[in-house]
């Protein structure tokens, strides 16, 4: 918890830095300036809010709801909805496929040797069913536990499938 405050407290200084130095801060004072502003990049602002979603389930410990909510502020809840679910789907299947291919040293690695031993125990032998109902509800680490995936006895068609049905209607109910 305190690396997740820790980081979200940096990235956002970064920002303010950016902001100032840049001189955009000064051109926007509102909403409507801050969407018209990301509007002028046309399809790469786009391209980056798809990127950052696909970089929160891999890298950056920032939660879905921030990524979201801003999201629905500059894009609508809608386009929100499409342009997150196509980032954290991406994110998801990268994560499961560096599981399969890069095996369980890379995953305790990535996830922490304790955080994997925890989460492997928790879902052994009840691999699907758990594991839907913890991607379906936001109190569980989904992002990790998709790495975790790539290492269990599950085939990547129930893996995409689950993340499909189960993302779908996590990112809906954020962005509504």
Do not use: H
């Amino acid at each position: 918890i305190s690396l997740v405050v820790l980081s979200l407290i940096t990235l956002s200084l970064l920002i303010m830095y950016f902001l100032k130095i840049s001189g955009i801060g000064d051109k926007i004072d509102s909403v409507e300036d801050l969407r018209n502003y990301v509007a002028s990049f046309g399809y790469l602002a786009v391209i980056i809010f798809v990127s950052v979603n696909v970089f929160q389930v891999l890298l950056l410990p920032i939660p879905g709801v921030i990524s979201i909510g801003t999201g629905v502020a500059l894009f609508g809840p809608f386009r929100t909805s499409i342009y997150s679910l196509l980032g954290v789907l991406i994110g998801s299947f990268a994560a499961f496929f560096i599981g399969r291919v890069l095996g369980y040293k890379v995953v305790a690695w990535i996830v922490g040797q304790e955080n994997l031993d925890k989460w492997l125990k928790k879902v052994k032998n009840k691999d699907k069913i758990i594991l839907t109902f913890m991607f379906l509800f936001p109190f569980f680490p989904d992002d990790i536990l998709c790495s975790i995936a790539g290492i269990m006895p599950i085939s990547a068609i129930s893996f995409i499938l689950m993340q499909i049905s189960t993302r779908f209607l996590a990112i809906l109910g954020k962005s509504q």
